[in-house]
């Protein structure tokens, strides 16, 4: 079963525009994580921001978490056409031996012009 | 390259035929896990490995579905009896495990297709 939900499905933009994507899930969380995948390079883990963080940055990610609406966002900045994939939100369960699995979202497709 | 690996790549078979699906890890792993990606969908969790121990399976894994990791180094999936909705992507990851979860990285997957 999908844990979240993603938004939008599909994202369509032009090269250094920023895009912004949203995920929102449903039970308590140790972490949330966000993956890229395209069909060159798989899945590829891109940030982890952990249940007692509000924000952090990678390169030209930003990520947000609000656990109280149970909502996550990632920002991508300055975008170019090699970030055109599709990303997921994947959430790790807080407590007992289940904090390895991740539960990932549906996604959202991006496609970035040139 | 000292990625994650997993062979085949993809594989075709008949309703009905038993298939075997091998995950290699990053070396210095010590958990493994299995998911399984639709078109569409993002991959769901199927079970996982701490060393040569099974932690957890989904729901999702009936009987016709075994996973072991003998030696806490690769891993082996094997579906018997298979049904046309086995079709999927089966994804492996790997990770150094902790207690506040860590990013888990990626094998390429084996694409299976049951005719």
């Known amino acids: 079963s999908q844990q979240g939900e993603e938004d939008p499905q599909a994202l369509s933009i032009q090269e250094g525009e920023n895009a912004t994507m949203n995920c929102s899930y449903k039970t308590s969380i140790n972490n949330l994580q966000w993956y890229r995948q395209n069909s060159g390079r798989g899945l590829v883990h891109l940030i982890l921001?952990?249940?007692?963080?509000r924000e952090k940055h990678s390169g030209r990610l930003r990520v947000t978490l609000d656990t109280s609406k149970k909502s996550s966002s990632l920002l991508i900045t300055a975008s170019r056409a090699a970030d055109t994939a599709s990303y997921f939100c994947a959430t790790g369960p807080a407590g007992g031996t289940s904090y390895g699995k991740l539960t990932f979202g549906q996604g959202t497709i991006l496609t970035v012009h040139p | 390259d000292t990625g994650v690996s997993q062979d085949p790549r993809h594989k075709i078979t008949k309703r009905g035929q038993n298939v075997t699906f091998r995950c290699d890890p990053i070396?210095?792993?010590?958990?493994l896990y299995w998911y399984r990606q639709t078109l569409g969908q993002g991959p769901e969790f199927l079970t996982y490995?701490?060393?040569?121990?099974?932690?957890?399976k989904s729901r999702l894994l009936s009987d016709r579905f075994s996973a072991e990791r003998p030696k806490g180094s690769f891993s082996t999936l094997e579906i018997q009896r298979t049904e046309q909705g086995d079709s999927a992507m089966y994804l492996c990851a790997s990770n150094q495990g902790g207690t506040s979860g860590n990013g888990q990285f990626f094998g390429p997957g084996t694409r299976l297709t049951v005719l």
């Open positions: 070396s210095e792993h010590n958990r």
């Open positions: 490995f701490q060393n040569e121990a099974q932690l957890e």
């Open positions: 921001i952990r249940s007692n963080e």
